[in-house]
């Protein structure tokens, strides 16, 4: 886990570099997930790894009274300078979903944990623990929503690169790319930050960093959430990765 939090701090500002365009995506995710929560009748939400506040912030836009969380430092504070920017009152916590415990009390109707970031525990067993967490703080009528790569689909692939975003800033040129690798129960995911003069094109400098993500396919989710207490996982649509519906 502490490999993968380095990650995310080594690229916590140019994070938004993932999605080709970070604005509308995170409209379209928080109308997606607003709409789902309403129809919940959720008013209280847990975002359990909520990263630069790709939910967080447009579920708080929303008039959802929102309390974010994630283990990485850095992350948390590039989604507080966006949450700042448009004025709006988020709980943020420097936490893991273990931690969680000792740092916040209460229970919330929704708590959502979306983005990859359960299969970030290195273990069946941790990510037991880590939803045995999240369970305790869903309300007896709530839910949890959690979102992973659909690695059903990804056992047996060949070796996959992807191309992100790219940005012009002071002149210079920044451009993310990821390589993934099944070496089973864990895919390693290898990124490459490379900074470029935009006049010469010289490289001038560049970020490698790495995840070790556990391979949680749906029906072992489903085994682990049933030992935990959750009573029910029910598959939602969504169009970028497996998404779930927890019930306690």
């Not at 008039?63 to 700042?84: H, N, Q």
């Not at 415990?101 to 229970?107: E, K, N, R």
């Not at 690169?161 to 800033?169: F, K, M, P, Q, T």
């Not at 995911?189 to 949680?216: F, H, I, K, N, P």
């Amino acid at each position: 886990m502490q490999s993968n939090v380095e990650h995310y701090q080594a690229l916590a500002r140019v994070y938004r570099l993932f999605y080709h365009d970070y604005e509308g995506t995170m409209r379209e995710e928080g109308a997606w997930l607003a709409a789902l929560l309403h129809r919940l009748g959720a008013r209280t939400v847990l975002d359990a790894c909520c990263g630069i506040g790709r939910q967080a912030i447009p579920l708080a836009e929303a008039g959802f009274l929102v309390v974010a969380a994630d283990p990485c430092g850095a992350m948390l504070a590039e989604a507080k300078r966006l949450s700042g920017e448009r004025d709006l009152s988020i709980a943020w916590l420097l936490s893991d979903f273990e931690g969680l415990s000792t740092t916040l009390s209460g229970q919330f109707d929704a708590v959502i944990a979306l983005g990859n970031g359960l299969c970030h525990c290195p273990t069946r067993d941790a990510v037991g623990r880590a939803l045995a967490a999240l369970r305790r703080f869903n309300a007896p009528a709530g839910a949890c929503v959690v979102g992973i790569k659909d690695f059903d689909r990804l056992r047996g692939a060949s070796r996959q690169s992807h191309a992100y975003g790219r940005c012009e800033e002071e002149g210079m040129t920044s451009d993310l790319t990821q390589t993934w690798d099944v070496q089973e129960p864990q895919l390693i995911c290898r990124t490459v930050l490379r900074r470029r003069d935009s006049a010469s094109g010289r490289v001038q400098s560049e970020v490698r960093a790495e995840t070790r993500e556990y391979m949680l396919g749906s029906a072992e989710l489903r085994e682990v959430a049933a030992e935990v207490g959750f009573r029910s996982v029910e598959p939602l649509a969504h169009p970028g990765e497996a998404v779930y519906l927890l019930r306690p």
